[in-house]
């Protein structure tokens, strides 16, 4: 158990973690465009954030999080998704103080106890973003519009916008009382789960996965047939939106989402490149959100994608993250007073903005130029006791294998004229 990964959990190892910078890299340039900052929340928070913010009824809150008491007698638990500690931020920081709205993103783990699979485990990493303080459709389609920028900017194809409306406090009861109505005499059909959920949360019948109750909610009566008169102008400004930036769009009244906070609209961008139907962002508006969670009332908007699940679209798309050098420059040296000389240029190079390195296990000539082949440096360095006595250094390029001897107060101009146009 020492050295085994809990289960649910992966490494990121250094060898991989360039395609999770490059991703990072893309959604910090495309959020910069759209005017968004990052927030940063703690990993852990109050349970009673997510019971309260998350919702009573949701999985999430009632099998899926990792809960516990501190030192001090508290409940804990450690962040399932991110909008909750988002709203908190904004609320003890009086952020609805600032100028509004506040566009904020953020990188972060999530921890959820559940039935690890594709692109989703115990602890994986989300990219999500939250717009507090504004409530006109034109932010829905914004955030929209930011998710599928970054899609096209990683070059993902094959992605299907799904949204619906579930209305308001005000016209969700009346429909509430309709679905309840049409599922009654289907409770025996319902798996356990929906059975609870037919007296908190109806409308969360309609996202079970199980076939059985697919089949029964298949004829149910839909919410965008109960709206009322302002969700109902709300989500048809929202299609003007979408159509006036040529997104294509279906309008699937099913997407429902998993958390209890959404009112209005709700989205999901599918892809079939996840060996099966995937969700890879989902999302929506929560306008009561802050108000539950003690702030004042607010309206918010915004969306989760998994990295993993990206880094998993990727792959079975077959689109190729480049990995840049590791090193620009190699030293090979023989000798104790070579090895100090180069030493002293890796340091020299350094600061110029050169990445460069030398040999630090005492290995032999050959099986230095081996690892610098390896690693990809484009020129090794090579010095030993002659180049010393001459006061020069060899520079091999590696891929043609010519060599140059030139002296070595030169190198570092000549290593940086070689390296122009360099990513």
Not at 48 to 56: A, Q, T, Y
Not at 124 to 139: I, K
Not at 203 to 219: A, F, N, T, W, Y
Request: charged content about 25%; hydrophobic content about 35%.
């Amino acid at each position: 158990m020492l050295t085994k990964a809990p289960k649910g959990t992966k490494d990121i190892l250094p060898y991989d973690s360039y395609k999770w910078q490059y991703i990072e890299n893309k959604i910090r340039y495309i959020t910069a465009q759209f005017g968004f900052r990052e927030v940063r929340t703690p990993i852990f928070e109050h349970t009673e954030l997510f019971e309260r913010g998350v919702g009573g009824t949701t999985d999430i809150v009632q099998k899926e999080m990792y809960t516990f008491e501190d030192k001090g007698g508290r409940s804990i638990t450690l962040k399932p998704e991110g909008t909750a500690g988002a709203a908190r931020a904004y609320i003890e920081n009086k952020l609805y103080s600032k100028p509004q709205p506040i566009k904020m993103y953020y990188l972060t783990p999530v921890f959820r106890y559940e039935r690890p699979q594709a692109g989703r485990l115990r602890e994986h990493h989300q990219f999500g973003v939250e717009v507090f303080g504004a409530d006109d459709a034109s932010m829905d389609a914004e955030i929209i519009n930011l998710a599928i920028t970054l899609f096209r900017e990683l070059d993902i194809k094959n992605l299907e916008l799904n949204i619906n409306s579930i209305g308001c406090p005000n016209c969700r009861p009346v429909y509430h009382k309709a679905l309840k109505e049409y599922l009654g005499g289907s409770l025996d059909k319902l798996c356990p789960t929906c059975n609870e959920r037919f007296s908190k949360n109806p409308l969360r019948i309609l996202d079970c996965k199980e076939e059985g109750c697919k089949k029964v909610v298949s004829g149910a009566p839909i919410m965008l047939d109960y709206l009322c008169d302002d969700c109902k102008a709300h989500f048809e400004a929202l299609k003007s939106y979408l159509k006036a930036l040529k997104l294509d769009f279906k309008v699937n009244p099913m997407i429902v989402r998993g958390l209890d906070y959404y009112t209005k609209t709700v989205f999901e961008i599918i892809s079939n490149n996840i060996g099966s139907q995937g969700t890879v962002c989902g999302g929506g508006r929560y306008d009561g959100l802050v108000g539950e969670c003690g702030g004042p009332s607010t309206p918010g908007v915004g969306f989760g994608m998994g990295i993993e699940r990206l880094l998993l679209v990727m792959e079975n798309q077959g689109i190729q993250i480049q990995d840049s050098n590791r090193y620009d420059a190699f030293f090979v040296t023989m000798g104790v007073n070579a090895r100090l000389k180069a030493f002293e240029l890796v340091d020299r190079l350094r600061k110029l903005g050169v990445k460069a390195d030398m040999d630090h296990t005492n290995r032999s000539v050959k099986a230095q130029f081996k690892y610098a082949d390896k690693q990809n440096a484009p020129l090794v360095c090579v010095l030993g006791e002659d180049e010393l006595k001459q006061d020069k250094i060899t520079i091999r390029h590696m891929d043609s294998g010519q060599e140059m001897l030139i002296p070595i107060e030169k190198v570092d101009q000549y290593i940086m004229s070689n390296l122009d146009g360099r990513e």
